[in-house]
Every structure is written in structure tokens, then in C-alpha cells.
């Protein structure tokens, strides 16, 4: 069975500081995702991986950078974390290309709160 | 702006009821549709999936009808069970490209 293990269910940290989330998979899927969910608003994709060193953009990328150094690790990255990235953050992996009909695969996510 | 528009946000029903979610869509090039179920503290997990090819598709209790000319689809869920409570959220996906999910709807079965 497919795991998806992010580091932290919850995590408060204060306006300025610098957050590291951290997700690790154990499947040796290709594709590594982090989505930040809001209610009302579903699933918005913030970056992706499709190798390692490698990334792209999602939809809302800004105030975001993200670390694949390993196969089996992606980072999310607050810069200089803001109350607006109060959320739940969800890591996924997927095997094959990122753009196929594989099943993601996500963590339990982690519950991010910025004071 | 969401590309994919799920309706009710929450949705209550008895035991043993229909749960009915549905969503709409503007883009004519998305060419695959998923539902994924996700249960307090977990997180979300595909369900099932369709393709604009068929117009049902159907596993255990739960059902997608697709209605290509209306642009919209929906998830059936048959005598529904507490079992069921959870948030389920639709997306489609244009090929070659990434998931655009719908805004979810939490769903409650009452026993």
C-alpha cells in the first residue's frame, strides 16, 4: 500500500518566519504534489515534481518554493510565512507522467496555522 | 475563479437515502473526471472515475452520471451509511495538463 507521510499534523509558526513542510513517499512515484486545502475552494495546487531537482508551478505558486533533493522527499517551503497561508497543506505522489489518469496518492495533511 | 463548480457545500441524509453531489464545468477540452472521498484527519482518496465517453459508470453503491451537452456530473451514493460521512470533491482534468478540483461537499449520513 502506498504511503504519503508529511512530518507534522500541526504546525504553528508566527508571521516572518521561514516554514519548512516536509513529505515523504514510499512507493517510488516519479510525481510529488503539495496542495493547500481552504474550505470552499477544494484543492489548489501550489507546486509539483516530476523528477527529482525538477519542478513547476501549480496555480498559486507565489509566496511558495518547494526542495525535491531525493525521490522520496518534497518540501514545501514559506518563505516569510503570512496569515493568509493559514491552511491545510496535502502532499500527493503519483507514478508515471504528472499529467496522467494515475490516481494521486495523498498524506494526512498538515494544519498549518501562521500568527 | 473555479473552473469546476460542485454543489451543495454540505449536505445532510438519512440512512439509507440517496446522497446526491453534483458539479459543472465550462471547459469543453476536460477529458477526465474523478471523484476522491476524504475522511476527517485523512487525506483525500480516488473513488471512482469517468470519461465523457460513457455516461454512467458504476461501483458498489456509488454511481457517476455524465451529461456532456449540460457540461455537468454527478456522483450518486445509494442507501447511504454513516460509513459514508466524509468530504467529496469532483475535478477534471484536460489532457496533458493537471487536476482542477471542485470546492468540495461535506457530506453527513444521519443513522
Known amino acids: 500500500d502506498v504511503k504519503v507521510t508529511q512530518s507534522s499534523r500541526y504546525l504553528v509558526k508566527r508571521t516572518g518566519e521561514k516554514v519548512f513542510l516536509e513529505c515523504v513517499q514510499d512507493m517510488d512515484h516519479e510525481n510529488m504534489f503539495w496542495y493547500r486545502q481552504d474550505p470552499g475552494l477544494g484543492l489548489r495546487l501550489i507546486y509539483f515534481s516530476y523528477d527529482v531537482k525538477m519542478k513547476e508551478k501549480g496555480d498559486i505558486p507565489e509566496g511558495y518554493s518547494v526542495s525535491r533533493e531525493k525521490k522520496e522527499r518534497f518540501s514545501l517551503i514559506l518563505e516569510s510565512a503570512s496569515t493568509n497561508q493559514t491552511s491545510m497543506y496535502l502532499c500527493?505522489?503519483?507514478?508515471?507522467?504528472?499529467?496522467?489518469?494515475?490516481?494521486?496518492?495523498f498524506g494526512d495533511g498538515t494544519r498549518l496555522s501562521i500568527l | 475563479q473555479q473552473q469546476v463548480k460542485q454543489s451543495p457545500q454540505s449536505l445532510i441524509v438519512q440512512k439509507g437515502g440517496i446522497s446526491i453531489i453534483n458539479c459543472a464545468y465550462e471547459?469543453?477540452?476536460?477529458?477526465?473526471f474523478p471523484w476522491y472521498q476524504q475522511f476527517p484527519g485523512k487525506g483525500p482518496a480516488l473513488l471512482i472515475a469517468i470519461r465523457p465517453d460513457v455516461s454512467e459508470k458504476k461501483e458498489g453503491r456509488f454511481t457517476i452520471s455524465f451529461n456532456k451537452s449540460a457540461k455537468q456530473f454527478s456522483l450518486h451514493i445509494m442507501d447511504s451509511q454513516p460509513g459514508d460521512s466524509a468530504t467529496y470533491f469532483c475535478?477534471?482534468?484536460?489532457?496533458?495538463?493537471?487536476?482542477?478540483f471542485g470546492g468540495g461537499t461535506r457530506l453527513m449520513v444521519k443513522p
Open positions: 475535478a477534471a482534468r484536460v489532457a496533458g495538463n493537471m487536476l482542477t
Open positions: 471547459n469543453t477540452a476536460f477529458d477526465y
Open positions: 500527493a505522489s503519483s507514478p508515471g507522467s504528472p499529467r496522467s489518469n494515475q490516481p494521486q496518492h
